[in-house]
């Protein structure tokens, strides 16, 4: 079994910054894609970015191309979203997700993941 920890999120200004933490425990998640999912009031889970941990292979949605980087840290199992250039619409709660069969890509369709943190809000205030 999977734990997966988010941190790091609150209230930011827009254009301002916040880095998401996400600590995985529970058995080696070495062949595992993460990623991270959104959810913002009134609406549906939307994907965020992916990361594969051999490779280091990453994808993003275009909503955040180029204001948001993943990132992982092997030893740790822990995977990090640093987020910039923060705009009001980003305000959601941010779930770390983990998928043994996932790639990259098909992160991109939230359904099915196998491990779901329990989420930390993002609130960026216009």
């Known amino acids: 079994q999977v734990q997966l920890v988010e941190s790091g999120g609150g209230l930011a200004q827009a254009g301002g910054s916040l880095r998401l933490s996400c600590a995985g425990s529970g058995r080696t998640l070495g062949s595992y894609v993460m990623g991270w999912v959104r959810q913002a009031p009134g609406k549906e889970r939307e994907f965020v970015a992916a990361?594969?941990?051999?490779?280091?292979?990453?994808n993003y949605a275009d909503s955040v191309k180029g204001r948001f980087t993943i990132s992982r840290d092997n030893a740790k199992s822990t995977q990090y979203l640093q987020m910039n250039n923060l705009k009001h619409e980003d305000t959601a709660v941010y779930y770390c997700?983990?998928?043994?069969?996932?790639?990259?890509?098909?992160?991109?369709?939230?359904?099915?993941?196998?491990?779901w943190g329990k989420g930390t809000l993002v609130t960026v205030s216009s």
């Open positions: 990361i594969s941990w051999i490779g280091g292979r990453t």
């Open positions: 997700a983990a998928d043994f069969q996932k790639t990259t890509a098909t992160m991109t369709y939230p359904e099915g993941m196998d491990y």
